[in-house]
Nanobody
Framework: EVQLVESGGGLVQPGGSLKLSCVAS????????MSWVRQTPGAGLEWVSE????????NLRDSMSGRFSISRDNAKNTLYLEMNNLQVEDTAMYYC????????RGPGTQVTVSS
């Protein structure tokens, strides 16, 4: 059974930083690309970033360029999202996905950016 467990969210002031983690189990993590998506109340899922199996190939939503970075540690079955210079509009529930499979998402981790 595919399991993804996100953590690392919290309340941060504008301009602050957080590093999200996603621990994977139930499948061979090193054989799958991974993604981060986010969801705000009343809005649909928004793609944030993705990474290939090696960790060398990444893509990031334009609005997050220079602020967010995705990485992975295949030895630890863990995906990361480092977020810097957070803005109020980054407030959302963040989920990791196996590939782009929405059904694989875990419970998510809440990020709230507020002064």
């Amino acid at each position: 059974e595919v399991q993804l467990v996100e953590s690392g969210g919290g309340l941060v002031q504008p301009g602050g930083s957080l590093k999200l983690s996603c621990v994977a189990s139930g499948f061979d993590f090193s054989r799958y690309g991974m993604s981060w998506v986010r969801q705000t109340p009343g809005a649909g899922l928004e793609w944030v970033s993705e990474i290939d199996v090696s960790g060398r190939g990444t893509n990031l939503r334009d609005s997050m360029s220079g602020r967010f970075s995705i990485s992975r540690d295949n030895a630890k079955n863990t995906l990361y999202l480092e977020m810097n210079n957070l803005q109020v509009e980054d407030t959302a529930m963040y989920y990791c996905l196996r590939g782009r499979d929405i059904t694989s998402r875990g419970p998510g981790t809440q990020v709230t950016v507020s002064s």
